[in-house]
């Protein structure tokens, strides 16, 4: 059981990536279009992977393993944002 989720998680992502690759390649559509299929493409690749390999959902086994990663993403966005909060202070300073 575990093998076939896994696989069927493995064939969705390359699935989801050969979109990807081909709106890009293919430059017969619109930019705007290819943007959304982008971002709506790599969405889903985020869910399969959080969801499949990750085992993120909404059983109570799983709750550390969200707790776990809004904690992780809170810290990395503390961070993003504190340096670019930094780097621009120094900017303003030095001009």
């Given at each position: 059981?575990?093998?076939?989720?896994?696989?069927?998680?493995?064939?969705?992502?390359?699935?989801?990536?050969g979109?990807?690759?081909?709106?890009?390649?293919?430059?017969?559509?619109?930019?705007?279009?290819?943007?959304?299929?982008?971002?709506?493409?790599?969405?889903?690749?985020?869910?399969?992977?959080?969801?499949?390999?990750?085992?993120?959902?909404?059983?109570?086994?799983?709750?550390?393993?969200?707790?776990?990663l809004?904690?992780?993403?809170?810290?990395?966005?503390?961070?993003?944002?504190?340096?670019?909060?930094?780097?621009?202070?120094?900017?303003?300073?030095?001009?």
């Amino acid at each position: 059981m575990k093998a076939g989720k896994y696989a069927a998680g493995f064939l969705l992502s390359l699935l989801l990536t050969g979109i990807s690759f081909w709106v890009v390649t293919s430059h017969s559509h619109f930019r705007e279009f290819a943007v959304i299929i982008l971002f709506a493409s790599a969405l889903l690749q985020i869910v399969v992977h959080l969801h499949v390999f990750l085992h993120v959902d909404s059983s109570p086994d799983s709750s550390w393993n969200l707790f776990s990663l809004l904690f992780t993403a809170l810290i990395i966005f503390l961070m993003i944002a504190g340096t670019i909060w930094i780097m621009y202070n120094l900017g303003e300073r030095l001009n």
